[in-house]
């Protein structure tokens, strides 16, 4: 059974620190790339940053490059993204999720369409 557990959300104040976390089994996670993404309320679920396979190449939003760092480790099945500075606009539910696109091209990895797998997410809120 295909499962994305992600954790780490809470309730802090703008200019702090969180760290999410996502762990995944059921599926050979070592081939797939992993992303995070956010969805608040009234708004579309928007693309956050990825990371491809090999973890050597990461992609961001422009909103969150320089303060948010995607990672990952494929001996624990893990995927985490550090994220600091945080501005009350980063509030939302953060979903961790999984695609076989291991490329950019056109921002592929930016359409939650490519996507196989996804989590249920965590809630981050950034009070002011």
């Known amino acids: 059974q295909v499962q994305l557990v992600e954790s780490g959300g809470g309730l802090v104040q703008a200019g702090d620190s969180l760290r999410l976390s996502c762990t995944a089994a059921g599926f050979t996670f070592s081939v797939y790339t992993m992303s995070w993404f956010r969805q608040a309320p009234g708004k579309e679920r928007e693309f956050v940053a990825a990371i491809l396979r090999s973890g050597v190449g990461a992609y961001y939003e422009d909103s969150v490059k320089g303060r948010f760092t995607i990672s990952r480790d494929n001996a624990k099945n893990t995927v985490s993204l550090q994220m600091n500075s945080l501005k009350p606009e980063d509030t939302a539910v953060y979903h961790c999720?999984?695609?076989?696109?291991?490329?950019?091209?056109?921002?592929?990895?930016?359409?939650?369409?490519?996507?196989?797998?996804w989590g249920q997410g965590t809630q981050v809120t950034v009070s002011s």
């Open positions: 999720a999984a695609t076989l696109v291991d490329h950019n091209v056109l921002g592929l990895l930016t359409w939650p369409d490519k996507y196989n797998y």
